[in-house]
Nanobody, 121 residues
Framework: QVQLVESGGGFVQAGGSLRLSCAAS????????MGWYRQAPGNQRELVAT???????NYADSVKGRFTISRDSAKNTVDLQMNSLKPEDTAVYYC???????????????WGQGTQVTVSS
């Protein structure tokens, strides 16, 4: 089995910062892309940021310049540093990893359970 465990969500005032962390564990051969998505009430889940195993990053336009994604491939972790938070960043944030459990076949996506981020105005 594979588990993704997120931590670091919480409540913060606008302009503040939070750091989310996600650790993947279990039967893992390799991890390709890792990323963060979010879902606000009444909205679809949307991409926040991704990072490849080569370190190439991609951000949603709404978070560029404010959020930074990073990974530690040796530890199978991915972090999201969120600065200058806005009320519209309020959502449940989900970790996503494309994981190969064996040395063959294609990676498949795994999701964490989600962590709530609330930004007050």
């Amino acid at each position: 089995q594979v588990q993704l465990v997120e931590s670091g969500g919480g409540f913060v005032q606008a302009g503040g910062s939070l750091r989310l962390s996600c650790a993947a564990s279990g039967r893992i051969f390799s991890i390709d892309a890792m990323g963060w998505y979010r879902q606000a009430p009444g909205n679809q889940r949307e991409l926040v940021a991704t990072i490849t195993n080569g370190g190439i990053t991609n951000y949603a336009d709404s978070v560029k310049g404010r959020f930074t994604i990073s990974r530690d491939s040796a530890k199978n972790t991915v972090d999201l540093q969120m600065n200058s938070l806005k009320p519209e960043d309020t959502a449940v944030y989900y970790c996503n990893c494309d994981i190969k459990r064996t040395g063959w076949g294609a990676p498949r996506p795994y999701w964490g359970q989600g962590t709530q981020v609330t930004v007050s105005s």
